[in-house]
């Protein structure tokens, strides 16, 4: 995906906002999303309570590499490495095994964590920026749709965002595929822009190749 990036000085405010445990609105290819620093506690907390969110329910990350699945997942199963390969970047989140040391409130107490590579110029200036992994839930009020503009952004949530990274109109529609993957076997956890069959002939295609 091509489109608008932002000024060096606009990320590097951003990231210095999300260091000292702000939150920042920016737009992916899907929705607007809203980033803070996974492995801060307090921020991950303040996330929640602006999004009036139940603490039983994960929160999806974004990362500027798969080599920065180390630090989030325990391990990756091999049909993802396929899919990885074939779909990322772009609106395709896959729930991993997650790695002991994450936080329960990042996990929803479930075990797992979903990650996925943003195509949108400017989520992928954010976290290469930033350096780490970021979330990126939806920017909305828990119920409510979710944001594709920067004003809505505003209109749901106000001033309890601290920077709104201005990116235009996303898509919305749908949110990313959520896919997992239970005894080698990849499953649909959520519809979404990629369709599951499109998934499915990914897959195939390589098993294809490699019985030649």
Known sequence: MTGPTL???AVAHACAVLRAGGVVAFPT????????DPFNQAALSRLFALKRRSFDKPVLLIIDHP??????V????????ILMQRFWPGPLTLVFPGAASLPGMLTG????????????????QLVRVFGQP???????????????????????????????????ETPGG??????????????L???????????EAALAGVKAQEAK
């Open 109 to 124: 107490g479930r075990g797992t964590i979903g990650v996925r590579v943003s195509s949108h110029p400017v989520a992928r």
């Open 174 to 187: 749908q949110g990313s595929t959520l896919l997992g993957c239970q005894e080698g076997k990849v499953c």
């Open 67 to 72: 080599s920065q699945l180390a630090s989030l």
């Open 29 to 36: 290819e899907t929705y607007y999303g809203l980033a803070v």
């Open 74 to 81: 325990a391990e990756i199963p091999l049909p993802f490495t």
């Open 134 to 168: 970021l979330t990126a839930t939806s920017a909305n009020l828990s119920g409510q749709l979710p944001a594709v503009t920067a004003s809505g952004v505003r209109a749901q949530l106000g001033l309890e965002v601290d920077v709104v990274l201005e990116g235009g």
């Open 7 to 9: 000024t060096d000085e």
């Open 189 to 199: 956890l959520r519809a979404g822009v990629i369709p599951f069959a499109g998934i």
